[in-house]
């Protein structure tokens, strides 16, 4: 038995040796990933917190749903859904966040594009214009020329500032103006205020179209909210009879739970789809 013993540690030694030289697992970052998750992460406002927070968050939130329902019900099956739910809850709340931004900021750009067409006709240069906005710009763009202007000042290098003004916005229109002015800058030409003020009547003219349709979407998305919680709702209810909620910790009643949370996702996402709008995509990042 002592032999055998000091060979599964002689074995474990030696395959603790092997793995820790180059043969060792290397990490694999996934930047894809890591950027994608940024740039919602962006597109929402929240460029303080990082992907790692919000998983995080996440988890936490999961736990704590856990625990409250698991007290609530004694029940684990329902426990583990509702934890399910708590961790889906931030990147619900990132996507809800970045939808209402994306809104507002397209409220805005016409008169951002206006200010620069304006400063552009007064005679002042491109990075002049930009990082005017950071006073003169709408409230919720502010902070980004004024990053901008900073950046300018210290490094003098426009294409690289406006690469990270982009970043800042992560916005499809905020990309299109970037590159227009990239391309004004480095082509030059007499028509930029002319393409600016065409650019400012067809942002109005989405706006004013796209906040209709958002109208009418709003009671498809509302029905379909109302549609998925409120069977869950009911079940929260049942937490005052245990011998109800003891039927959902068998197989059969685990089955169910799993079969309606499926159920509940997929009709989710197919209402959800047949009453969205098209959004803009960032293809010129």
């Known amino acids: 038995m002592t032999g055998a013993l000091l060979g599964l540690a002689l074995g474990v030694g030696l395959l603790l040796v092997w793995r820790s030289g180059p043969r060792a697992p290397q990490r694999v970052d996934r930047p894809e990933r890591v950027s994608s998750r940024r740039q919602r992460l962006a597109a929402a406002g929240l460029t303080g917190v990082t992907p790692v927070q919000l998983l995080a968050l996440q988890v936490g939130l999961a736990l704590l749903a856990f625990v409250v329902v698991l007290v609530t019900t004694r029940t684990v099956t329902v426990s583990l859904l509702f934890g399910g739910f708590g ?97 004004a800058r480095e082509v030059g030409g007499s028509d930029l205020g002319r393409v600016l003020r065409t650019l400012a009547a067809f942002l109005r003219e989405d706006a004013r179209a796209r906040a209709e349709l958002e109208t009418r979407q709003g ?38 739970l799993l079969g309606g949370a499926v159920v509940c996702a997929v009709a989710y996402q197919v209402m959800l789809r047949i009453g969205r709008l098209p959004q803009d995509v960032r293809v010129l990042r």
């Open 219 to 256: 009671w498809v998305v509302h029905a379909a909210r109302l549609a998925v919680g409120a069977p869950w709702v009911v079940l929260l209810l049942l937490a005052t009879q245990s011998t109800t909620l003891a039927a959902y910790d068998s197989p059969l009643g685990t089955a169910i």
């Open 87 to 183: 961790a889906a809850l931030p990147p619900l709340q990132v996507r809800r966040l970045a939808g209402r931004r994306r809104a507002d900021l397209r409220e805005v750009w016409p008169e951002v594009v206006d200010n620069l067409a304006s400063a552009v006709r007064a005679g002042m240069s491109l990075p002049e214009a930009l990082a005017a906005l950071a006073t003169r710009g709408p409230e919720v763009l502010r902070p980004a020329f004024a990053r901008f202007a900073a950046d300018h000042r210290s490094s003098g290098r426009f294409g690289a500032c406006l690469d990270r003004l982009k970043d800042d916005l992560a916005d499809p229109v905020g990309d299109r103006v970037v590159e227009t002015l990239r391309v």
